[in-house]
């Protein structure tokens, strides 16, 4: 049985990975090599692994509530450079400690600055978790850098207004709403009766397109 997981997980993995590659030459002509990637959920790596970056961003294998991640970004230096982790038992979302009760192995949930609230995803110990945020935060390029939010993870139209207001140059927000005036939504056609985007990894594929069009057109602006 676990052997056919294993093939299927393969199997699956390679779907996935060939309706991106049309789009990953792309993008590597548009992200210079030593650009550091920040998300609210593991988009980021998805897009550090496909172009075999180096992982100079911390923001891999976990993923931010909002509007714990607008208050990340308001103040990330501080949050990168010197706020410490602290672990704890329960999520102070309702919808957190859910999906860590349904998940498929427990992982750690931190407390970034005694504000921020990151669940560690991909990782199985407090000691991974912390060891690789602080390694990879220590990393971070804030010359060139690259923010992306995602309508998902309790995000709604305030926290999309709120992060266009951002005083961050190259910030990318996927979005199921056609909103005009804020130059940052990126809006995604496929989910708009959804009211929220959809899985970055599944439809990694659907992300690269619209990402590849917002950054020739940030180049160009």
């Known amino acids: 049985m676990e052997q056919l997981k294993h093939l299927y997980r393969a199997i699956r993995?390679?779907?996935?990975?060939?309706k991106r590659y049309r789009y990953i030459r792309e993008l590597r002509k548009e992200l210079p090599e030593?650009?550091?990637i920040i998300s609210s959920n593991c988009f980021a790596g998805r897009i550090m692994q496909d172009l075999k970056m180096q992982y100079n961003s911390p923001t891999l294998g976990l993923y931010i509530m909002y509007p714990d991640y607008i208050e990340f970004l308001s103040n990330l230096e501080y949050y990168l450079k010197e706020a410490k982790?602290?672990?704890?038992?329960?999520?102070?979302?309702?919808l957190g400690d859910y999906r860590r009760n349904k998940a498929k192995h427990w992982y750690p949930i931190g407390l970034l600055g005694g504000r921020v609230e990151i669940h560690f995803l991909h990782y199985h110990t407090e000691e991974e978790a912390a060891s690789k945020w602080y390694r990879r935060a220590s990393r971070v390029n804030f010359d060139k850098l690259l923010v992306i939010g995602m309508?998902?993870?309790?995000?709604?139209?305030?926290?999309?207004?709120?992060?266009?207001?951002?005083p961050i140059e190259?910030?990318?927000m996927f979005s199921s709403k056609k909103l005009p005036p804020l130059?940052?939504?990126?809006?995604?056609?496929?989910?708009?009766?959804?009211?929220k985007v959809g899985d970055?990894?599944?439809d990694g594929h659907?992300?690269?397109?619209?990402?590849?069009?917002?950054?020739?057109?940030?180049?160009?602006s």
């Open 85 to 94: 982790i602290e672990f704890v038992k329960h999520s102070k979302y309702t």
């Open 151 to 166: 309508e998902q993870n309790r995000c709604d139209i305030d926290d999309i207004y709120a992060f266009e207001k951002l």
């Open 183 to 195: 130059e940052s939504n990126v809006f995604i056609s496929r989910y708009a009766q959804m009211e």
């Open 13 to 18: 993995n390679k779907y996935y990975f060939f």
């Open 206 to 220: 659907v992300f690269y397109k619209y990402l590849v069009n917002k950054l020739k057109r940030l180049k160009t």
């Open 200 to 202: 970055p990894y599944r």
């Open 34 to 36: 030593n650009i550091s």
């Open 170 to 172: 190259n910030k990318i």
